[in-house]
């Protein structure tokens, strides 16, 4: 991955110097690197718009998004998640539409806001079987799964999460979930 920055960097190109960095970060991503999103987002937020890719801004907006959660910044997380919004509503792509709604989910979830949290996670899923099918319906689980057991009512998942932990072998979340 450091290779290929470099490599990337000498070059000059933006679009794959921003492949390079977003490789890069997935790759070095780790308990050490909390926060270093904001940068990451920073450059390829620059870089987007220098090219005029509105895709690469949202990620870059992404990226930030993530690392305010990581750090606890409420207000970055509100700012990032505005921006989100802003470009989901230019591009009318669903992905980007889902991935706002995911965002929106997990703040109201924390909030403590039950009934918008149900709402968010029906109008969520349905955006996201368009364009995310298998990762809407992991998020919509997992996110009723957290409703769910803020409610008291646990028992009404438990075959869901059960088949999930068969359907998703590799997401040991749905196991933790599960034994929970």
Not at 60 to 82: F, I, K
Not at 114 to 138: C, H, K, M, P, Y
């Amino acid at each position: 991955a450091d290779e290929a920055l470099a490599l990337a960097e000498r070059e000059g190109d933006p679009a794959t110097l921003a492949f390079a960095i977003e490789g890069h970060f997935v790759a070095a991503e780790g308990p050490r690197e909390t926060g270093t999103g904001t940068a990451v987002g920073a450059r390829l937020i620059e870089l987007g718009q220098q090219t005029g890719n509105a895709e690469l801004v949202f990620a870059g907006h992404d990226h930030r998004v993530h690392s305010y959660w990581q750090l606890g910044d409420r207000a970055g997380v509100d700012v990032e998640l505005e921006a989100l919004a802003r470009l989901a509503n230019e591009l009318r792509q669903p992905a980007q539409r889902w991935h706002v709604g995911t965002g929106q989910t997990m703040l109201a979830l924390m909030e403590g806001r039950f009934d918008a949290a149900e709402e968010l996670i029906a109008q969520t899923a349905e955006i996201g079987s368009r364009a995310q099918s298998w990762n809407a319906l992991v998020t919509q689980r997992l996110a009723l799964f957290v409703l769910r057991r803020a409610q008291g009512r646990l028992d009404e998942l438990e075959d869901a999460i059960g088949r999930s932990v068969h359907e998703y072998p590799s997401l040991l979340r749905f196991q933790c979930a599960l034994a929970h």
